[in-house]
């Protein structure tokens, strides 16, 4: 079993309340759920207006599937031009 998981750092220049922010961090999480099967999370800057830190995960049989799967959530997030990335991080799981 292979787990690999990627930490997405962005930032959400049009927001300017914790409310405006929910829509595109809504949109992606909700994105990466549905069309990949991954797990999804908001997982740092609950509480600032222009940051979000968003977490997703997806286990598999082979470590090729698990790369190919995060690869396609990557462009997803890159897709969306109302958010800016700010980095991105993979890490295996054990």
Aim: aromatic share 6%.
């Amino acid at each position: 079993m292979f787990v690999l998981a990627l930490e997405v750092d962005l930032h959400v220049p049009t927001s300017h309340s914790l409310k405006e922010k929910r829509r595109p961090v809504k949109a992606i999480l909700d994105g990466g759920r549905q069309r990949f099967g991954v797990a999804a999370a908001e997982v740092a800057h609950h509480d600032l207006l222009q940051r979000a830190g968003l977490g997703f995960a997806v286990v598999g049989a082979q470590a090729r599937h698990c790369q190919d799967v995060i690869d396609e959530v990557e462009r997803f997030v890159w897709s969306h031009p109302e958010v800016e990335v700010l980095a991105m991080e993979r890490r295996w799981l054990e």
